[in-house]
Protein backbone atom coordinates (compact mmCIF):
# COMPACT_ATOMS: atom_id res chain seq x y z
CA UNK A 1 0.00 0.00 0.00
CA UNK A 2 0.91 3.34 -0.61
CA UNK A 3 0.30 6.24 1.65
CA UNK A 4 0.95 9.85 1.34
CA UNK A 5 1.86 12.50 3.84
CA UNK A 6 -0.37 15.67 4.34
CA UNK A 7 -2.25 17.95 6.05
CA UNK A 8 -5.69 17.53 5.16
CA UNK A 9 -6.65 13.55 3.91
CA UNK A 10 -9.94 13.93 2.30
CA UNK A 11 -9.19 16.55 0.22
CA UNK A 12 -6.11 14.78 -1.52
CA UNK A 13 -8.00 11.86 -1.60
CA UNK A 14 -11.05 13.71 -3.42
CA UNK A 15 -7.99 15.34 -5.97
CA UNK A 16 -6.27 12.03 -6.63
CA UNK A 17 -9.67 10.43 -6.71
CA UNK A 18 -11.24 12.97 -9.23
CA UNK A 19 -7.55 13.12 -11.47
CA UNK A 20 -7.48 9.00 -11.39
CA UNK A 21 -10.75 8.27 -12.03
CA UNK A 22 -11.27 5.96 -8.57
CA UNK A 23 -13.74 5.93 -5.54
CA UNK A 24 -12.83 7.22 -2.34
CA UNK A 25 -13.69 4.61 0.25
CA UNK A 26 -16.38 5.55 2.00
CA UNK A 27 -14.74 4.48 5.41
CA UNK A 28 -12.37 7.23 4.99
CA UNK A 29 -12.12 9.89 8.01
CA UNK A 30 -10.37 13.04 8.86
CA UNK A 31 -7.09 11.45 9.63
CA UNK A 32 -7.26 8.82 7.13
CA UNK A 33 -8.46 8.42 3.34
CA UNK A 34 -7.77 5.51 0.82
CA UNK A 35 -9.14 5.92 -3.02
CA UNK A 36 -9.36 2.89 -5.35
CA UNK A 37 -9.81 1.40 -8.74
CA UNK A 38 -12.30 -1.23 -7.70
CA UNK A 39 -9.49 -3.81 -8.88
CA UNK A 40 -7.13 -3.85 -6.47
CA UNK A 41 -4.87 -0.99 -6.40
CA UNK A 42 -5.32 1.61 -3.60
CA UNK A 43 -3.48 5.14 -2.54
CA UNK A 44 -4.10 6.55 1.41
CA UNK A 45 -3.32 9.57 2.13
CA UNK A 46 -2.95 10.10 6.32
CA UNK A 47 -3.23 13.17 8.15
CA UNK A 48 0.50 15.24 9.17
CA UNK A 49 -0.99 17.11 12.64
CA UNK A 50 2.07 19.35 13.15
CA UNK A 51 4.98 20.73 10.93
CA UNK A 52 3.89 19.67 7.72
CA UNK A 53 6.21 20.86 4.71
CA UNK A 54 5.79 19.81 1.09
CA UNK A 55 8.03 18.76 -1.43
CA UNK A 56 10.78 20.89 -2.46
CA UNK A 57 10.86 19.86 -6.08
CA UNK A 58 13.49 19.85 -7.91
CA UNK A 59 15.34 21.38 -4.58
CA UNK A 60 16.24 18.67 -1.97
CA UNK A 61 15.53 20.47 1.07
CA UNK A 62 12.53 18.70 1.40
CA UNK A 63 12.74 15.33 -0.72
CA UNK A 64 9.75 14.60 -2.70
CA UNK A 65 10.04 10.97 -1.92
CA UNK A 66 7.45 10.12 -4.32
CA UNK A 67 5.86 10.93 -7.16
CA UNK A 68 2.92 9.82 -9.32
CA UNK A 69 3.15 9.78 -12.96
CA UNK A 70 -0.41 9.48 -14.92
CA UNK A 71 -0.02 8.61 -19.06
CA UNK A 72 -2.26 10.73 -21.14
CA UNK A 73 -3.27 11.02 -24.13
CA UNK A 74 -3.22 14.69 -24.65
CA UNK A 75 -1.13 17.02 -22.67
CA UNK A 76 -3.14 20.46 -23.33
CA UNK A 77 -6.35 18.97 -22.41
CA UNK A 78 -4.87 16.68 -19.16
CA UNK A 79 -3.49 20.22 -18.03
CA UNK A 80 -6.30 21.79 -18.07
CA UNK A 81 -8.14 19.20 -16.47
CA UNK A 82 -6.00 18.95 -13.27
CA UNK A 83 -5.64 22.77 -12.90
CA UNK A 84 -9.37 22.25 -12.75
CA UNK A 85 -9.05 20.04 -9.76
CA UNK A 86 -6.84 22.46 -7.99
CA UNK A 87 -3.36 21.23 -9.21
CA UNK A 88 -0.22 24.16 -10.06
CA UNK A 89 1.83 23.49 -13.22
CA UNK A 90 5.33 24.10 -11.94
CA UNK A 91 7.94 26.66 -13.11
CA UNK A 92 10.66 24.17 -13.67
CA UNK A 93 9.61 21.73 -16.73
CA UNK A 94 12.43 19.43 -17.42
CA UNK A 95 11.22 17.40 -20.71
CA UNK A 96 8.73 17.73 -23.49
CA UNK A 97 7.23 14.59 -23.24
CA UNK A 98 5.73 15.09 -19.89
CA UNK A 99 4.86 17.91 -17.79
CA UNK A 100 5.48 18.79 -13.46
CA UNK A 101 2.21 19.62 -11.56
CA UNK A 102 2.32 19.64 -7.93
CA UNK A 103 -1.18 18.83 -6.02
CA UNK A 104 -3.35 20.69 -3.41
CA UNK A 105 -0.57 19.60 -0.23
CA UNK A 106 2.11 20.25 -2.97
CA UNK A 107 3.39 16.75 -3.75
CA UNK A 108 5.04 16.89 -7.32
CA UNK A 109 2.87 14.43 -9.79
CA UNK A 110 3.37 14.27 -13.62
CA UNK A 111 1.17 13.81 -16.86
CA UNK A 112 3.29 11.78 -19.20
CA UNK A 113 2.37 11.40 -23.10
CA UNK A 114 3.77 8.19 -23.69
CA UNK A 115 5.54 7.87 -26.62
CA UNK A 116 4.88 5.14 -29.65
CA UNK A 117 6.83 2.06 -29.84
Same mark, same amino acid.
Given at each position: ??? *? %??? %??? $? &??? !? #? $?????W???? =??? =???????????? =?????????? #?? $???????????? &? /? *??? %????????????? =???????? /?????????????A??? !?? &?????? &?
Open positions: MTV *I %DCP %DPQ $A &LAQ !F #Y $ASLLDKVDP =ESD =EGWATIGDGGGR =ELSFQRVESD #YR $APDWPGQEVPQQ &L /H *IDV %DVDDLDEAEAAVL =ELGATKHD /HQPGQSFRVFLDPGHP !FC &LVKPSA &L
